[in-house]
């Protein structure tokens, strides 16, 4: 009983803290406020992590834990490059679409921290883009796509499915639409993207 209080309490401080980083950022959070909106005590947030930076970095994790493995299956599947950018594209924007979140997140604690990136390079999951160029490499000698570098490729991809969500607000602005039609606007995307890459690439 007590193992499953540990888990609920920790899961509770995570969920707090996610809320108060992606809000005020790490540098304008309280551990007060994150104990707070735990709905427990200071000195038990500090049992579990010892400083605000240690409960940065397990909230870091589980939010890129959540969009690694979306990119590494997806680079590393036996699928083709037009099936992958279909893939990509589909299972991203859906992904996004339910954790809002992530992308401004993780680029805004990039740019503040960068070499903490370095640390989690090296772990097991993270996405590894040498089979995606080989790959390309290949369909392109194979008179499948045009030349392209496989990492401006993969960069292609990102952009277009990453930049509306990190710019929301301004995206909604220019498009004069209102949240419900910035999703619709967004899944519509599913397509959009992958038909203007694909376009582009085709021979």
Not at 94 to 102: A, C, D, G, R, V
Not at 143 to 153: A, F, R, V
Request: charge should be positive.
């Amino acid at each position: 009983m007590a193992k499953t209080k540990d888990i609920n309490t920790e899961k509770q401080i995570l969920d707090a803290a996610k809320k108060v980083f992606q809000i005020k950022g790490m540098n304008g959070a309280r551990m007060q406020e994150i104990a707070d909106k735990a709905k427990i005590n200071k000195a038990m947030l500090h049992y579990y992590y010892r400083s605000k930076d240690l409960l940065f970095e397990a909230v870091f994790k589980n939010a890129f834990a959540l969009l690694a493995p979306q990119l590494n299956a997806i680079l590393n599947d036996d699928s083709s490059i037009e099936e992958k950018v279909r893939n990509f594209t589909s299972n991203y924007i859906s992904f996004i679409i339910k954790h809002p979140y992530l992308p401004t997140f993780i680029i805004q604690e990039l740019n503040r921290n960068p070499e903490f990136i370095l640390k989690m390079k090296d772990q097991k999951g993270f996405p590894n883009i040498e089979k995606f160029k080989k790959q390309v490499a290949l369909e392109i000698k194979e008179g499948i796509i045009k030349p392209i570098k496989g990492e401006q490729l993969f960069i292609n991809i990102l952009a277009l499915n990453i930049f509306p969500f990190v710019a929301t607000p301004l995206v909604k602005a220019f498009a004069n639409v209102d949240n419900k039609a910035f999703k619709q606007l967004m899944n519509d995307r599913k397509t959009e993207v992958a038909d203007f890459i694909i376009n582009s690439i085709k021979v």
